[in-house]
């Protein structure tokens, strides 16, 4: 599949898991007063479960091998959503609570930060294709050179 076509399948899932985090924000934010850091990180859970999902039968349904659920579903959480839960929770944290950006708006613009990253790592790590000689935790060569800047 063309990669150009395929990010428009990511963005198409991530829109609906964007609706779906900041719905889960708005609610989660009502029930923690005050607590806004840990509404996020709620709602960018349930957000990555779906999108999880959702990117395993849509997005990379093309790319079914020997790869149990769980072991793609811990290579999303460990890429996917460090990313969106590190890069999220720090931009909230100085966009509202520095800069006084509304809370939904602050939390956008951090999704929209870390979607390419995302994108990323999901193409060429947690949905790459694997060749049965692969070890399973292999990172492919298109990302030796954050494998290398994370060794250091």
């Known amino acids: ?3 150009f076509f395929r990010w428009g399948k990511f963005n198409l899932v991530g829109a609906i898991g964007v609706v779906l985090q900041l719905s889960a924000l708005t609610l ?3 029930w923690t007063a005050g ?3 840990i509404a996020s990180a709620a709602a960018i859970e349930l957000s990555l479960l779906h999108n999880f999902v959702a990117h395993l ?3 990379w349904r093309d790319r079914r091998n020997r790869s149990t659920r769980f072991a793609q579903l811990v290579r999303f959480h460990l890429s996917n959503g460090l990313v969106s839960m590190v890069g999220n929770l720090a931009l909230m944290q100085i966009l509202v609570h520095e800069a006084h950006v509304p809370v939904l708006i602050s939390n956008g613009i951090a999704i ?3 979607s390419m990253v995302n994108f990323c790592v999901g193409d060429n790590w947690v949905f790459a294709v694997r060749s049965d000689n692969r070890a399973d935790t292999h990172l492919p060569d ?3 050179a954050w494998k290398g800047s994370l060794d250091q």
Do not use: D, G, K, S
């Open 35 to 37: 607590h806004y850091l």
């Open 142 to 144: 298109q990302c030796a």
């Open 1 to 3: 599949m063309n990669t």
């Open 57 to 59: 039968h849509f997005t």
């Open 28 to 30: 989660f934010n009502r």
């Open 112 to 114: 929209l930060c870390c």
